[in-house]
Structure formats: structure tokens, C-alpha cells
């Protein structure tokens, strides 16, 4: 059975920093592309960054000088660290390898 298990959102600071941590279960993060997602309400979600098997990686122009994507294939952990962070990185932010994906962890920005 495959899950993936979220953690690190949390209300911050504007300028602030937060590691959003995904342990994944059931599947091997090393042979798959994982990706992050965030989602605001009544908004499209929106992919910010992926790593493919083979390591290349991806980000959403508007974000990728402020957030890096990886992965510990010893622990099946992917990791999306957030820097700088700002009011419109407010969402609720989702790990992802179609078609699975993590029960969501929210993240808060106070200005």
C-alpha cells in the first residue's frame, strides 16, 4: 500500500523559512518523479517543483530562486525547502507521485 506522509507546514513569518518534509511508503521515491503542489482556495493548483528518477529537476518560474526540492532515497523522503517565504506562498501545499499524493499540510505566512 502506498502512502505518503506529510509534515513541516506551519505558520511563519514573511522572510521566514520552512522544510516541508514527505516520507513516502509502499513505492521507492529513487524510481519515481516526485513533485509538490500548492493550492489556494478557488485558485488552480499549482505545481512548484519535481524531481524525476533520474534527478532532473523542476520549478515554477516565480518561485524556484526561493525553493529547492530533494530527496533521500535512504530515508524515501522528499523534502521541499522554502525560503524567503512570502503572504502569496500561503496554500495548502501537497506531495505528490501520480496518482498519489499526501493528505496536504497548510502553510501560513504573517506579515
Known amino acids: 500500500q502506498v502512502h505518503l506522509e506529510e509534515s513541516g507546514g506551519g505558520l511563519v513569518q514573511a522572510g521566514g523559512s520552512l522544510r516541508l518534509s514527505c516520507v513516502v511508503s509502499?513505492?521507492?521515491?529513487?524510481?519515481?518523479?516526485m513533485s509538490w503542489y500548492r493550492q489556494v482556495p478557488e485558485q488552480q493548483r499549482e505545481m512548484v517543483a519535481s524531481?524525476?528518477?533520474?534527478?532532473?529537476?523542476e520549478y515554477v518560474d516565480h518561485v524556484k530562486d526561493r525553493i529547492t526540492i530533494s530527496r533521500d532515497s535512504d530515508k524515501n523522503t522528499v523534502y521541499l525547502q522554502m525560503n524567503n517565504l512570502k503572504p502569496k506562498d500561503r496554500a495548502v501545499y501537497y506531495c505528490?507521485?501520480?496518482?498519489?499524493r499526501s493528505q496536504g499540510t497548510r502553510v501560513t505566512i504573517s506579515s
Open positions: 505528490d507521485t501520480s496518482p498519489f
Open positions: 509502499g513505492i521507492q521515491v529513487r524510481s519515481r518523479t
Open positions: 524531481v524525476t528518477w533520474s534527478g532532473n529537476m
